[in-house]
């Protein structure tokens, strides 16, 4: 793709700064972080963040700390999440939890929370440190809600709101940072931050479809993962919408998506929807918010960088993993 | 105490403002920050920097938001703490973990953390934030370190770097940070720093005194826990260093704390250093530490609030609890 020759060096810059984040601790740490960092990430974030930042001519060193402290705050929230979800593999590769005991990847977690903390202020930015904060506020919120309340909850509204939470929240933060700090106008930052948000919901609703389109292999856990687990996603929601009479709609309308008779259909139910025009009904809903999010960045003036953004958007939908 | 009078109004609107963290959450969590907020802690942060505060005349709605930073960011590491330690109780109420799972616990810490983040964010203090992001990566590094590298770990210098890190960081930066929103100038910025540094490691050592010292109904745990547990802390050093030659200097000299032989002895040896002269000689250390923070104090002309922290210096190594 084009964008990786346009931020190939910065991306490098990134890279190094976080690796040396735990430069000096203790060797177990330091060992886990590269782990952690190893373990092939898509580091879609910090690319985002350094196109933004370099069509708004972002100070250089500002901006790849950016980058890098939006990296360390969603990988803090993997090492939580795969100890919460009780995860041995992320990406085909062991998780911490997987290796340690579950204390060492709290604490791990908590340091590199600490580090993307560290690295937002070093960007001396307060708007940028508020919006981190809030995000961080936000992904952990989202997560709680999802643990005590998402269960068999079908509801669309929640839906939104928690993948605003869980995905779309960080999205928006790597854009509205990148231009805060290039000091843009208040209209450039307004349609960044309408890009992050627009190209986050995509990109968890894609997320959402390939948990039940994608093969095993590639995205590394069984089809509908989500559902199996009692967690109701938008290719769940369209497909029963538009199905009330269903006899398996009982199971989500009713908060039954936990019983033995449900367990019994899941396969049956997956595959429904898997084959069904419900998957294509929510890649549209997708394609909206990517249309939404071209359109704001097409106010911006055309550039190389405005090309790899409009690349970058249309991969989000357009992935296999 | 006097500096209760002085910061009691001040102390209400911290503790409105930690309640308020949760507002519009979900209302399990909700409740967690009720049961954590209400759990009884001494508030000896949040009071220290408002003093500071308001002897330096700090703006009122900053210092507030300060105090109730430093208390969250505290908050959050007492309840990752409770679940990597196992601990059901703390100051006599069960802890978060004894009622929920690991996941929600960690979720309910990451949240604490997002929140002191905020608030600290809502300082628009650069410097504020930047000591706020190192302290965390410092208590949190401690832990590692405790946890990895700690156990039978005799040595003097690593011990004070632990205590640094646990404990004397954050008090360091409730001084040293509500000097800065004061806008005082670098001297007055650097005496507040030392005073929080001085009497955040006397605060600790005096707490591996009460270790051994206190009682296990008032400390709530029994007598030479961190020592069961292989931690070895201040008055265990200066017991063995006093006696070289002591059979069971061997123990700890070898990094055999934890061999069948020393669970044997492990009563005796508590209770020789509980009667050694080795309790004696801690406590003259930790006088020693709150000297030298009295010496920094004192570089600040004299007001009510300078003789209040005083009065919690010398509370600082008094204190059964």
Same mark, same amino acid.
């Given at each position: 793709?084009?964008?990786?020759?346009?931020?190939?060096?910065?991306?490098?810059?990134?890279?190094?700064?976080?690796?040396?984040?735990?430069?000096?601790?203790?060797?177990?740490?330091?060992? %886990?972080?590269? $782990? @952690?960092? #190893?373990?092939?990430?898509?580091? =879609?974030?910090?690319?985002? *963040?350094?196109?933004?930042?370099?069509?708004?001519?972002?100070?250089?060193?500002?901006?790849?700390?950016?980058?890098?402290?939006?990296?360390?705050?969603?990988?803090?929230?993997?090492?939580?999440?795969?100890?919460?979800?009780?995860?041995?593999?992320?990406?085909?590769?062991?998780?911490?939890?997987?290796?340690?005991?579950?204390?060492?990847?709290?604490?791990?977690?908590?340091?590199?929370?600490?580090?993307?903390?560290?690295?937002?202020?070093?960007?001396?930015?307060?708007?940028?440190?508020?919006?981190?904060?809030?995000?961080?506020?936000?992904?952990?919120?989202?997560?709680?809600?999802?643990?005590?309340?998402?269960?068999?909850?079908?509801?669309?509204?929640?839906?939104?709101?928690?993948?605003?939470?869980?995905?779309?929240?960080?999205?928006?933060?790597?854009?509205? %940072?990148?231009? $805060? @700090?290039? #000091?843009?106008?208040?209209?450039? =930052?307004?349609?960044?931050? *309408?890009?992050?948000?627009?190209?986050?919901?995509?990109?968890?609703?894609?997320?959402?479809?390939?948990?039940?389109?994608?093969?095993?292999?590639?995205?590394?856990?069984?089809?509908?993962?989500?559902?199996?687990?009692?967690?109701?996603?938008?290719?769940?929601?369209?497909?029963?919408?538009?199905?009330?009479?269903?006899?398996?709609?009982?199971?989500?309308?009713?908060?039954?998506?936990?019983?033995?008779?449900?367990?019994?259909?899941?396969?049956?139910?997956?595959?429904?929807?898997?084959?069904?025009?419900?998957?294509?009904?929510?890649?549209?809903?997708?394609?909206?918010?990517?249309?939404?999010?071209?359109?704001?960045?097409?106010?911006?003036?055309?550039?190389?960088?405005?090309?790899?953004?409009?690349?970058?958007?249309?991969?989000?939908?357009?992935?296999?993993?």
């Amino acid at each position: 793709m084009m964008y990786t020759r346009l931020v190939q060096d910065d991306l490098s810059l990134v890279e190094n700064l976080m690796h040396r984040q735990a430069l000096g601790e203790n060797k177990d740490l330091r060992n %886990a972080l590269e $782990i @952690i960092l #190893s373990s092939g990430g898509k580091r =879609i974030r910090p690319v985002i *963040t350094l196109l933004v930042g370099n069509m708004l001519n972002a100070p250089k060193p500002q901006l790849i700390t950016l980058a890098a402290s939006m990296e360390m705050l969603h990988t803090g929230t993997l090492v939580h999440d795969d100890l919460i979800d009780g995860s041995l593999l992320r990406r085909g590769h062991p998780t911490l939890n997987a290796k340690w005991s579950p204390g060492a990847t709290v604490l791990t977690g908590d340091f590199v929370f600490a580090k993307a903390a560290e690295l937002i202020s070093d960007t001396h930015s307060v708007s940028a440190v508020n919006m981190f904060a809030k995000t961080l506020g936000e992904i952990t919120s989202g997560e709680i809600t999802q643990f005590f309340e998402s269960k068999c909850n079908f509801n669309r509204d929640d839906y939104y709101e928690r993948i605003y939470k869980k995905t779309a929240s960080l999205f928006r933060t790597c854009c509205c %940072a990148a231009a $805060i @700090i290039s #000091s843009a106008d208040d209209e450039t =930052i307004s349609s960044m931050c *309408t890009f992050g948000y627009e190209i986050g919901m995509a990109f968890q609703i894609l997320d959402d479809i390939l948990d039940f389109t994608g093969e095993e292999m590639t995205i590394g856990k069984p089809v509908g993962n989500d559902l199996r687990s009692g967690l109701i996603t938008l290719p769940v929601i369209n497909y029963f919408e538009n199905r009330p009479d269903d006899p398996d709609a009982q199971f989500f309308l009713n908060g039954k998506c936990d019983t033995f008779e449900f367990i019994n259909r899941i396969d049956t139910i997956i595959d429904s929807i898997k084959n069904s025009e419900a998957i294509s009904q929510s890649m549209k809903e997708a394609e909206t918010f990517i249309a939404r999010a071209l359109d704001a960045l097409h106010r911006q003036p055309a550039s190389e960088e405005r090309d790899a953004l409009e690349e970058i958007s249309v991969y989000i939908i357009q992935r296999k993993i």
